[in-house]
């Protein structure tokens, strides 16, 4: 899906200025604040993106969101439920129901990033996207050890509660669920951004870390929305609902918060930002 490409952008490590930093958003009302910082999934090693406003939050968090829990247990159910959901019945094939000039773009990138072809016409498109993905991120040294989320639940303070948004359950059938007319057309943009548009990704890296909403939009979320309404409000302005009502529950109790979730949820009018504004709280931030 097009959000995993997001993700995949920051495979690539790029020069930024040194004052740019990815963007953090506080949230307040007269009992509470909540800081939202948006993630990159999957990062290289030795890429410096920590803002100092999210460390600082993080001394005095009382509890920390994720979209999943994170830890070795939710990698399992993840990995069991993609392969009990994720393969199309026997006599269908990934490369078949794809239109022909789409399937031959499929051959050719499953070869640049060294993925078998007989595995990957099994995937429902969904798992095809995540198996491409992972093939890039292996072929930049990116891995998810070294992505946002991994690294703050390891180093925030144990006291700071751990919760999460989403079961693997519920995410994964985001996207198995989806129909498959909606997920071909997220695959046929992320195949054409893979064998295209290699430079997006530095594009795309280079605007998280300078906290450049625009390009993020404009980049990440456009092809998308384009591609498939329906998919994107499946896989991004419903789940930016849902997880507005339960911020909102949080935020009416009171303490400290940190939010850290895909940085394409926090962008523009359809972003947890807006939603937490519009429904009058202090909102600051880009």
């Known amino acids: 899906m097009k959000p995993l490409l997001l993700a995949l952008a920051a495979a690539t490590a790029v020069a930024t200025p040194a004052s740019a930093e990815p963007a953090v958003w506080v949230v307040k009302d007269a009992d509470s604040e909540m800081v939202l910082f948006g993630s990159v999934h999957v990062l290289p090693p030795g890429l410096s993106w920590r803002p100092a406003a999210l460390d600082a939050a993080l001394t005095k968090a009382d509890d920390l969101w994720f979209e999943l829990p994170v830890g070795p247990a939710t990698d399992v159910e993840v990995a069991r439920l993609a392969g009990m959901l994720g393969i199309l019945p026997p006599d269908k094939s990934l490369f078949t129901l794809l239109p022909a000039e789409d399937s031959k773009r499929l051959i050719r990138v499953a070869d640049a990033y060294g993925i078998d072809k007989a595995g990957l016409a099994r995937l429902e498109p969904w798992l095809a996207e995540v198996a491409l993905a992972g093939a890039a991120f292996g072929k930049a040294g990116a891995d998810a050890t070294h992505g946002v989320e991994t690294v703050l639940n ?22 198995d669920q989806a129909p498959m007319a909606e997920q071909l057309a997220s695959l046929k943009v992320s195949l054409v951004e893979l064998e295209k548009d290699p430079e997006g990704y530095t594009k795309l890296v280079s605007a998280w870390l300078a906290g450049d909403a625009g390009v993020l939009d404009r980049e990440a979320l456009q092809p998308l929305r384009k591609a498939s309404p329906a998919l ?19 935020l009416k109790g009171q303490g400290r918060s940190v939010v850290v979730v895909g940085v394409g949820h926090l962008i523009g009018d359809e972003g947890l930002p ?13």
């Open 154 to 175: 390891a180093t925030a303070p144990a006291a700071a509660r751990r919760k999460a948004l989403e079961t693997p359950g519920e995410q994964i059938g985001l996207f």
């Open 232 to 250: 994107f409000q499946r896989l991004v302005t419903g789940r930016n609902a849902k997880w507005t009502t339960e911020l909102d529950t949080r």
């Open 274 to 286: 807006a939603r937490l504004r519009a429904l009058g709280y202090s909102v600051t931030g880009p």
